[in-house]
């Protein structure tokens, strides 16, 4: 099977895709022409929100993926064959280096990331207690909250299943080795990567975004990968040339 050139295994059990396919809810209909006789589990990510509202697009991504018989999963399971698949946005704590640089790194994801220019908060996107928060464009401490209560939600599910038959999808990165080479120490990685190392262990595989490099690791048990094709060039071709469009993973 091919879409613009990408080459889709036709043995695949289902595809998934972990976010940052297009903004809106244009990446859930490009996924079911794309794949059509093929399950798909989506996750949301951060660039699916731009120019969309924080809340009311994620209410809109849930009933275009019903519509089109896809798995659209916001702090969600879906079992399939066995498995279960736990998938979220995640976003990030903003402590990839620790509490003492939160505060740093928090500022310069606000004042260097589209995130944070992009993507529009409505009052009712913002929780109780953050009543200085106005509504307009996104702030750090908004999706510092939307990964606390994400990671939250992780912590309670995989703790009631084995790892053996658990897939958790997210479109940020869950661990330190998530940080491509190049980034390392980047005051902006920690808008990408946070350090979930306590969750190793507890799933079989861990797919994600976000970054715009190849992974594929081992942490405690957990296998970790990572298959983006990162920007396409107008003049062809894409950004990460390690993308693989036919990968194949089993578990």
Excluded at 4 to 32: F, M, N, P, S, Y
Excluded at 75 to 86: D, S
Excluded at 142 to 157: C, K, Y
Aim: proline share 5%.
């Amino acid at each position: 099977m091919e879409q613009d050139g990408q080459c889709i295994d036709r043995d695949a059990d289902l595809v998934v895709l972990a976010g940052d396919i297009d903004e809106g809810t244009r990446g859930l209909r490009w996924a079911r022409e794309s794949f059509p006789d093929k399950p798909i589990i989506y996750v949301a990510g951060n660039h699916e929100f731009y120019e969309h509202s924080w809340g009311g697009l994620l209410d809109e991504l849930h009933e275009q993926a019903t519509k089109l018989d896809i798995a659209f999963l916001e702090n969600q399971v879906l079992e399939y064959n066995g498995l279960r698949f736990l998938g979220c946005s995640l976003w990030t704590d903003f402590m990839l280096y620790g509490e003492q640089r939160q505060p740093s790194a928090m500022q310069a994801a606000q004042s260097w990331l589209n995130d944070y220019r992009w993507i529009h908060v409505q009052q009712q996107d913002i929780p109780q207690g953050m009543d200085w928060v106005n509504p307009g464009t996104l702030v750090p401490e908004l999706t510092q909250v939307r990964h606390q209560e994400s990671l939250a939600w992780l912590e309670r599910e995989l703790a009631r299943g084995g790892p053996e038959s658990t897939v958790v999808v997210t479109h940020h990165g869950p661990h330190p080795n998530s940080v491509p080479a190049q980034y390392l120490g980047d005051p902006l990685s920690p808008a990408f990567v946070s350090d979930l190392g306590h969750l190793m262990g507890k799933a079989k595989l861990w797919v994600h975004g976000h970054v715009h490099s190849s992974m594929d690791y081992v942490v405690n048990g957990t296998r970790v990968v990572c298959n983006p094709r990162g920007y396409a060039h107008r003049r062809g071709g894409q950004e990460n040339e390690g993308f693989r469009s036919g990968w194949l993973v089993e578990v």
